[in-house]
T-cell receptor, first 115, second 116 residues
């Protein structure tokens, strides 16, 4: 069975600085999808970025980028130029390529942004 | 705009009553929807997978008689918490699978359920 681990329960970053949130996973599948979701205090789940395992190129969405290391089964999220609005819980999620399409979520990292 | 509409956003009711939560897919037909439960400061816990026109698939440990799921159309799934008790108080979130292997789940805004 697949597992997702987020080893940092909480992180802090100064406004305008860069922070990296870590996520590792365990799977025997060769093809899969990885996602980062943001959950602000409003508790909405907002998709931040996604990565297909068959793509070697790291995904980027504006200030958000990932460092996808398939062999190491690592999928970290880098937030550049951090803003106060980035403060939230961040969840890493794994999804198999077919079948039930269920997500396996990590336990989350709470990001605090300091003014 | 919103892809998924979840209603109500907050409900308070007395112990012993049943509560229905609706999840609507606004932008596309959804053969698969998911229901999650989230305790404070914890991750999302998948309760069940809702399949249009068939019985829901419940995760281990989830009482199917307590949490009734109906997915009667391609745009609507409902979760009914039957004979709710204070321990059922939680945040419930639905999501819609968008179809296509590389598509993400789209989440509703959640329902805060408080049982007195």
């Amino acid at each position: 069975a697949q597992t997702v681990t987020q080893s940092q329960p909480e992180m802090s970053v100064q406004e305008a600085e860069t922070v990296t949130l870590s996520c590792t996973y365990d799977t025997s599948e060769s093809d899969y999808y990885l996602f980062w979701y943001k959950q602000p205090p409003s508790r909405q789940m907002i998709l931040v970025i996604r990565q297909e395992a068959y793509k070697q190129q790291n995904a980027t969405e504006n200030r958000f980028s990932v460092n996808f290391q398939k062999a190491a089964k690592s999928f970290s999220l880098k937030i550049s130029d951090s803003q106060l609005g980035d403060a939230a819980m961040y969840f890493c999620a794994y999804r198999s390529p077919s079948g039930t399409y269920k997500y396996i979520f990590g336990t989350g990292t709470r990001l605090k942004v300091l003014a | 705009g919103a892809v998924v509409s979840q209603h109500p956003s907050w409900v308070i009711c007395k112990s012993g009553t049943s509560v229905k939560i609706e999840c609507r897919s606004l932008d596309f037909q959804a053969t698969t929807m998911f229901w999650y439960r989230q305790f404070p400061k914890q991750s999302l816990m998948l309760m069940a997978t809702s399949n249009e026109g068939s019985k829901a698939t419940y995760e281990q440990g989830v009482e199917k008689d307590k949490f009734l799921i109906n997915h009667a159309s391609l745009t609507l799934s409902t979760l009914t918490v039957t004979s709710a008790h204070p321990e059922d108080s939680s945040f419930y979130i639905c999501s819609v699978y968008g179809g296509g292997d590389n598509q993400p789940q789209h989440f509703g805004d959640g329902t805060r359920l408080s049982i007195l």
